[in-house]
């Protein structure tokens, strides 16, 4: 039986890789809809050779040049921001949440509210609307389904287990590319985004970097597997060949090994609760030979304590967080900034962000969010 997937945030690296393997199971897949940001003749490349219904680029600036590119094609052109919200609630089988950053999260919730199965790869929107999000999935009897290798670890090695009889669970992470590097000071964008194991977008390539990656993952995996953050702990492991770990209160500890291609976990949330085929090589574990881990060092790379505390401090910290690191990334990106300003910018932010109440609502997170990212560039300002 055929099923439809759409795809939030088609022209990216996570959105890139789910295509593929729609390709080669082109007999069991068809897709509903795709979306950009700016990215027209992409967009408009997969729209042709994949034939959604709808295409909806979100910089309403591009849609003439959408409407363009896909002329004669029968396949709908959309933009704006409530466009992919309407994209995401069109019925499909599953949907694949692969915007980077919290402009993703409206069409999350959108989603959500559907009722839909979500293949969630963009951990900013849950890190910021945590548990706005958690309860629209309870009360619209949603599916998130994790995307990020980590958290698909985690989520297999719960399978036919029990979140009560967890003792703890183990957040992998590679270290990033500047793990042995002296001057944090000097390092360019190219240096950062060089990721020695995974290829991925610009932002999460920086935030592997900073290891704010594995911050957001904390609190990803804090939402979705709720054993207590005191029981989720960090790793450093340099080959990334595992993925994550959960141990049991038996004191057994099952891990899931596999490439560093997010084939893998992508293809276990589209077949989920089956398997399917993907193009990987078989683990050769002799060829790789050691695998080794680290504490990681929080000296150098502040940016997992912060994001424990606000974990702990919860309610809009998170969000805040999330806001000033995506702000401080970009003005990296941009050459504004050195890199070791990142955590800086985002611990001044943190600190000094009148926290409101709980967020109660989509809307309430994405005001923290604007707040947020307000203080942050007048920090950039004055740096
Ligand atoms: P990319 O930067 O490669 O792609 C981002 C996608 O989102 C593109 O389609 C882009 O469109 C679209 N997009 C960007 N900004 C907006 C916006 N404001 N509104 C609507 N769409 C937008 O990112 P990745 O694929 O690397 O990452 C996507 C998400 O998945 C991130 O949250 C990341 O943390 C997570 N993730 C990624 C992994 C990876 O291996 N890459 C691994 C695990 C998680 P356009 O091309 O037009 O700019």
Redesign the pocket.
């Known amino acids: 039986m055929t099923r439809t997937i759409s795809i939030?945030?088609?022209?990216?690296?996570?959105?890139a890789s789910t295509l593929d393997l729609v390709r080669r199971n082109s007999d069991a897949w068809r897709v509903g809809a795709l979306?950009?940001?700016?990215?027209v003749q992409?967009?408009a490349a997969q729209a042709r050779e994949f034939g959604p219904e709808i295409a909806v680029i979100?910089d309403e600036a591009r849609y003439s040049d959408l409407k363009v590119a896909l002329s004669g094609s029968g396949i709908e052109a959309a933009a704006g921001r409530s466009a992919?919200c309407e994209a995401a609630e069109r019925p499909t089988d599953v949907i694949m949440a692969?915007?980077?950053?919290c402009?993703?999260l409206a069409p999350v919730m959108a989603a959500i509210k559907q009722g839909h199965t979500v293949a969630l790869?963009?951990?900013?929107a849950l890190v910021s609307a945590g548990e706005v999000m958690t309860a629209a999935v309870e009360a619209h009897g949603a599916t998130l389904l994790p995307?990020?290798?980590e958290h698909n670890a985690i989520f297999q090695c719960l399978q036919g287990g029990n979140l009560a009889d967890v003792r703890s669970i183990t957040l992998t992470a590679s270290g990033g590319p500047l793990r042995l590097v002296d001057d944090l000071d000097s390092v360019t964008p190219q240096q950062a985004i060089a990721h020695p194991n995974?290829?991925?977008?610009?932002?999460?390539s920086v935030?592997s970097a900073t290891m704010f990656?594995k911050g957001l993952e904390l609190i990803e995996a804090h939402h979705l597997f709720p054993v207590g953050l005191d029981k989720i702990r960090i790793v450093v492991h340099p080959q990334s060949v595992i993925h994550s770990m959960v141990e049991y209160r038996d004191g057994s500890t099952l891990a899931q090994l596999g490439p560093s291609d997010?084939r893998v976990p992508i293809a276990s949330c589209l077949a989920y609760p089956r398997r399917m085929n993907t193009p990987m090589a078989p683990l050769d574990l002799a060829a790789i030979g050691e695998l080794s881990f680290f504490a990681p060092d929080e000296v150098r790379f502040p940016a997992t304590k912060l994001a424990r505390q606000a974990a702990e401090a919860g309610g809009a910290a998170p969000a805040v967080l999330n806001a000033a690191n995506e702000i401080a990334v970009a003005a990296f990106l941009a050459g504004k900034i050195r890199f070791s300003r990142i955590p800086v910018i985002v611990e001044a932010v943190l600190n000094a962000a009148n926290l409101p109440p709980d967020p109660q609502t989509l809307d309430d997170v994405l005001l923290v969010d604007s707040a947020a990212r307000q203080l942050a560039e007048e920090y950039l300002e004055k740096d």
């Open positions: 939030l945030g088609a022209t990216g690296s996570v959105g979306t950009a940001h700016s990215n992409e967009l979100a992919l692969a915007i980077v950053g402009a993703g790869a963009n951990k900013e995307v990020d290798s995974w290829d991925m977008g610009a932002k999460i935030d990656n997010m």
